[in-house]
């Protein structure tokens, strides 16, 4: 049995306990987090970290649970990779549309992103540094891992491509508990969904992930100077 087709085989119930899994782990370990840091910057950082972790371990723990293989970093060529900073470029452009769409058509949705509002918790190095490793590496792979190589996929099995890439984008966006990028955070999945499909390897996603995050933390920290 290829890996596609038992992701795809997997009951729909065994999406929800993963994703029900990862987000007890992760709010369970963000209140130890908060009841143990006392900065600002070190919770948020920590809310990073946890919930990236929880969903990383959740989902590879559970299909190791029903012995699914999993080939989701098959190599790709060189091209593909380059093709993943473009999309990623093209997402960050995207989403950036939408959300000026959105305050133009709702004046009063503003950012509620901690990065966007509130880049002056990470002014020192260490923190900077920490930042874009939360970001910029640990989501991505995560959330990689669950939305497309998992979510997307059983989603692909069901629905035509369309379809799928909508619904994984609508629920990758709803995932983020933040009303202000729902919409954004939609278009950016369901794109990220088609590279997948395109490449048959999460390489290419992961990096238009990380280029996107990428270019989101440069903006807030050079907000800054």
């Known amino acids: 049995m ?48 946890v919930t990236a972790g929880a969903f990383l371990g959740a989902t590879l723990f559970w299909l190791a649970a029903r012995r699914v293989r999993r080939h989701w970093f098959q190599r790709v060529s060189p091209a593909w990779l380059l093709g993943g900073i473009a999309a990623g470029l093209l997402l960050r452009l995207a989403g950036a549309a939408v959300t000026a769409l959105e305050q133009l058509a709702v004046p009063r949705i503003v950012p509620n ?9 990470f002014r020192d ?37 369309a379809a799928a890439a909508s619904v994984s984008g609508l629920l990758f966006g709803a995932a983020h508990f933040d009303p202000t990028l729902l919409l954004p955070l939609a278009v950016v999945g369901a794109g990220l969904a088609v590279l997948y499909e395109r490449a048959r390897s999460l390489w290419p996603c992961y990096v238009a992930h990380a280029c996107l995050n990428a270019v989101s933390v440069a903006l807030a920290l050079a907000a800054l100077r």
């Open 2 to 49: 290829r890996d596609s087709d038992a992701i795809q085989r997997l009951p729909g119930s065994d999406l929800v306990f993963v994703w029900i899994m990862a987000e007890l782990g992760a709010g369970l370990l963000q209140v130890a987090a908060v009841t143990a840091l006392r900065a600002p910057v070190a919770r948020l950082l920590a809310s990073y970290f």
């Open 125 to 161: 190095p260490v923190s900077a540094g920490a930042l874009v490793i939360a970001v910029v590496v640990a989501a991505p792979l995560a959330e990689e891992i669950f939305y497309r190589g998992l979510l997307f996929r059983w989603l692909r099995g069901r629905l035509g491509l």
């Open 113 to 121: 992103n901690p990065v966007v509002t509130a880049p002056s918790l």
